[in-house]
């Protein structure tokens, strides 16, 4: 859901595979404090600030996104 909703709004991001990739899971471990579940977003901003989303908060993506709607 989340990466169709991303796609039909033209937002580019990088699907990282947490329960192939040791190293995307211990990323995801450290930036979520320990939350395994997915679809976990990380928003890198213009200004280097992150925002972090736990599932697929359809208002929270739109919120930092700028996506109206």
């Given at each position: 859901?989340?990466?169709d909703?991303l796609?039909?709004?033209?937002?580019?991001?990088?699907?990282?595979?947490?329960?192939q990739d040791?190293?995307a899971?211990?990323e995801?471990?450290?930036?979520?404090g320990g939350?395994l579940?997915?679809?976990?977003?990380?928003?890198v901003?213009?200004?280097?600030s992150?925002?972090t989303?736990?599932?697929?908060?359809k208002n929270?993506?739109?919120?930092i996104?700028g996506?109206?709607?």
């Amino acid at each position: 859901m989340l990466k169709d909703y991303l796609d039909e709004h033209k937002t580019v991001f990088i699907e990282k595979l947490v329960d192939q990739d040791d190293s995307a899971r211990e990323e995801m471990m450290k930036a979520s404090g320990g939350f395994l579940g997915v679809p976990f977003t990380v928003i890198v901003k213009d200004d280097g600030s992150k925002d972090t989303i736990i599932g697929f908060d359809k208002n929270r993506v739109n919120e930092i996104l700028g996506i109206s709607g």
